[in-house]
């Protein structure tokens, strides 16, 4: 697969195609907390949304929901053009969640959780190669058990098996937490190509100065809700404020 | 769906290659269980005589240990949830890791049969071998579909360790009746009466019908309730 | 939010009896409240015939009396797990998925389970006085203990909590399985005792000669233990409703807290 | 005599059990009634 040359973020006027995702009033509980309380957000095609917010504020909830994996309390909300109350499970091809576990086989190889994760999502070899690659891990490191890995090496792992499944909408949940430097880098480039090849991205970080040089636009998550930020303050390349 | 299914097993079994978890604990502990029996019941004759029982006991006891591992190894680091969010059909999963676990316990199975030989001095009779291992198959099948459903149910339950038993070994009286009946009919003491006077091989085969019907209800069953079961776990 | 707790139509004129004027709540109308008088009534008759007016047995003197606790027990235990299956059935069939099937199936096994225990109490006395023996390995009792232990774990289940719809889904798949296991646990129980020469006990009751008043006892016995069976389910899925609801009231009053949360963490 | 004492027992633990749990059922109903507005059950 040849290298994509990374393309400058989209410019925010992209045609107005139905949103990737739209929630309205979304409620979700975990056991008997509300961690969504009514939350609403709409997120078009090809943006790079980043989700601010303190510990607990619902942001790995609502990530979680945009999965299809919480189930839907009260409200509406569509992803991917699936309404998720009546059916969770169609989305689930097309959508790659990065969570705070990494979701690997202790025992098996780098190589084999990568190949295992790419085949489900229907990935050939070379995708999966590829995608080794593109996260430094194709040398030694491939045949390393997973289990022996450390933080930033498996976090490194998730999203090789995450781009081998070539989803259409990404959610991740703090994805920089455990890499180090050039760990950071790759990833801004992954989550780069993902949007050059048309992923829209949903991130839930506390590293805003990273996060917000990717962002085309940036949300606050407080209290199970979603307070809109104004845009003009997102995206380094309109040179927005910090 | 057998895409998922072959795909899911290899996984399964790659990882039992890889940590011989199953090897170096479980199967010792079958064995274990074999000579617990001989030390609780002690006299010779009991043991030839229960020996089949026996054999299906400590496989369903085994039968435990395994579902709870094979889901362990799901839940340890989330990736039931990335499984889910892979949006592969559930129905594969449920056929990989039922055969996964079909493939465990026949090995554990080879194992006990030698220990039921060599430790109860059980005979089985020449004619008794086919018996043995279509019974073994089918009962085999039967406990691993019911054994990964009813995992699968657990899987995600806070209370998964205690709340396994009690729900798997009421469904699995009928193949610990069935299989069991169906190996005396095939064993035979050597010298001495059968193990019950009279007991001819073809007694054994309406056990082998009812554990056929056993295996193809829970497979079924399962194909159909594992998808909306691993949703909610 | 205090609640009075009026009785919206109180039945003018025919003044409630004073058992069911003590237990009026919030989940009687006046239809549990005719059907929760006639089975006290019943049961009261029952009683009677039971213990005084039917005769004693020629062969087990008054131990036949315990006949009519433990049949009509048994059939409430069947009968409620018929309706479990049943109900598990109808939700998970129905495009709706109203939860009124999930209660139903909830409130139904569980009160199927403690009309198993007592069955299984009686049966095991009962057996004692007529075979000698509290329990013997007979096909019928067999699936009755397995039938107990599965429910059991079907209520185990159930408390595993997770939003209303994820326990009623569980539920129901779990309610439709133990159906399957009955035929396949009682034919090979049968299978089984069939090996065994000696008679099959059937029943206690096998051999107790049925006269007319003795035939009778019984049969109100049925109808009194139904009736009683209902009434409870009725009201067991309405408290079900409520603690639903109550959990609902619960979710409500935890959004306000949530959202008073948020206008602290702007105005911070 | 023994056969007496049985069968007193199979009656009162029969009664005495499904009494107490009609009980139970009714008080945990009124305790969870209290939020829900008597309005709008379905039943009334």
């Known amino acids: 697969m040849s290298p994509v040359e990374p393309v400058p973020a989209p410019s925010t006027t992209v045609a107005i195609a139905a949103p990737v995702v739209a929630l309205r009033h979304v409620v979700a509980v975990l056991g008997r907390f509300p961690a969504l309380a009514g939350a609403s957000l709409e997120v078009q095609a090809g943006e790079v949304l980043l989700l601010k917010g303190p510990n607990g504020a619902g942001k790995t909830t609502l990530l979680r929901l945009c999965a299809g994996l919480v189930p839907l309390v009260r409200g509406e909300a569509e992803v991917l053009g699936h309404d998720l109350r009546t059916d969770r499970a169609a989305i689930r091809q097309h959508v790659g969640l990065l969570g705070h576990q990494n979701g690997l086989y202790a025992d098996l190889s780098v190589r084999e959780n990568v190949r295992f994760w790419g085949r489900t999502a229907g990935a050939s070899d070379g995708e999966i190669n590829a995608a080794l690659t593109q996260l430094g891990l194709d040398g030694r490191l491939a ?40 760990g950071r880098d790759l990833l801004d480039d992954v989550i780069r190509r993902a949007v050059g090849a048309g992923a829209t991205v949903l991130v839930a970080s506390h590293e805003l100065e990273r996060a917000k040089a990717l962002a085309t636009r940036i949300v606050t998550v407080a209290g199970g809700l979603v307070h809109n930020e104004s845009p003009d303050d997102a995206g380094a390349d309109r040179g927005g404020r910090v | 769906m057998w895409r998922t299914a072959r795909l899911v097993a290899a996984k399964d079994l790659g990882i039992e290659w890889r940590s011989r978890q199953v090897t170096n604990q ?81 090995v554990l199975e ?45 899987a995600g339950a806070k209370g998964r360790e205690t709340l396994l038993p009690l729900l798997l070994l009421p469904v699995v009286a009928p193949v610990l009746i069935g299989a069991t009946r169906a190996f005396e009919a095939a064993f035979g ?7 019950r006077a009279g007991v001819e091989i073809s007694d054994g085969w309406p056990w082998v019908g009812m554990l056929a019907i056993f295996a193809a209800v829970f497979g079924a069953a399962g194909v159909l309730a594992f998808g909306p079961l691993l949703e909610e776990a | ?66 006949m009519y606790i433990h049949v009509p027990t048994a059939w409430v235990a069947y009968l409620a797990f018929g309706v479990t299956g049943l ?17 139903v199936a909830g409130a139904s096994a569980e009160i199927g389970v403690m009309f198993m225990a007592l069955t299984l109490i009686t049966g095991s006395l009962w057996g004692r006085l007529t075979w000698g023996v509290y329990w013997a390995w007979d096909a019928r009792l067999t699936t009755t203990a397995f039938l107990f232990v599965t429910y059991v774990g079907y209520l185990a289940v159930r408390r595993l909590g997770g939003s209303h719809q994820a326990r009623a889904k569980r539920s129901a798949v779990l309610g439709l399985l133990a159906v399957i296991e009955i035929p396949l646990v009682h034919f090979s129980v049968e299978l089984w005792r069939s090996l065994h020469q000696e008679a099959s006990v059937a029943n206690p009751s096998g051999d107790v000669k049925m006269d007319g008043l003795m035939l009778f006892s019984l049969f109100v016995g049925l109808i009194a233990f139904s009736l009683l069976y209902f009434w409870l389910v009725l009201h067991r899925q309405r408290a079900m409703y409520l603690e639903d609801q109550y959990d609902d009231a619960d979710l409500d009053v935890a959004l306000v807290e949530r959202r008073a949360e948020t206008k602290e963490h702007s105005r911070a | 005599m023994r056969d007496n004492v049985f069968v007193a027992i199979c009656y009162a633990l029969t009664l005495g059990s499904l009494l107490s749990y009609a009980t139970v059922l009714l008080r945990r109903a009124r305790r969870a009634g209290r939020v829900a507005k008597s309005e709008e059950l379905p039943w009334t």
């Open chain 3, 1 to 66: 939010m205090s609640t009075t707790v009026p009785n919206p139509q109180s039945i003018p004129g025919t003044n409630a009896s004073a058992v069911s004027r003590r237990w009026r709540g919030i989940t009687s109308t006046g239809f549990s409240r005719v059907l929760g008088v006639a089975t006290l009534v019943l049961v009261v008759w029952l009683v009677l015939f039971g213990l005084l007016f039917s005769p004693p047995d020629q062969t087990q003197q008054s131990s036949v009396r315990i």
């Open chain 2, 26 to 106: 479980v199967l010792p502990f079958a064995g274990l269980t074999l000579v617990l029996f001989a030390f609780a019941l002690d006299r010779d004759e009991i043991t030839a005589r229960v020996a089949p029982g026996l054999f299906w006991l400590a496989t369903t006891f085994s039968l435990i240990v395994l579902v709870q591992r094979t889901f362990a190894v799901e839940t340890a680091d989330g990736a039931l949830d990335t499984l889910r969010v892979a949006g592969v059909d559930p129905a594969g999963i449920y056929l990989g890791k039922a055969l996964a676990l079909a493939a465990q316990l026949v």
């Open chain 3, 87 to 103: 109900s598990s059935a109808m939700y998970l069939f129905r495009r709706a998925h109203s939860l009124a099937w999930d209660r």
């Open chain 1, 143 to 182: 045949t390393v058990p997973a289990g022996r890995l450390s933080a930033g090496q498996r976090r490194r792992t998730a999203l090789a098996c995450l781009i081998a499944r070539r989803a259409r909408l990404w959610l991740l949940d703090e994805p920089h937490a455990g890499l180090d430097a050039d």
């Open chain 2, 189 to 195: 003491t050597r010298g001495g009466e059968g193990i």
């Open chain 2, 110 to 154: 080879a194992l006990l049969l030698v220990g039921v030989i060599v430790f109860y001095a059980s005979h089985i009779r020449p004619a008794g071998i086919v018996l043995v291992i279509v019974t073994a198959f089918l009962a085999t099948s039967g406990l691993a579909f019911v054994g990964t459903l009813y995992g699968g149910l657990a």
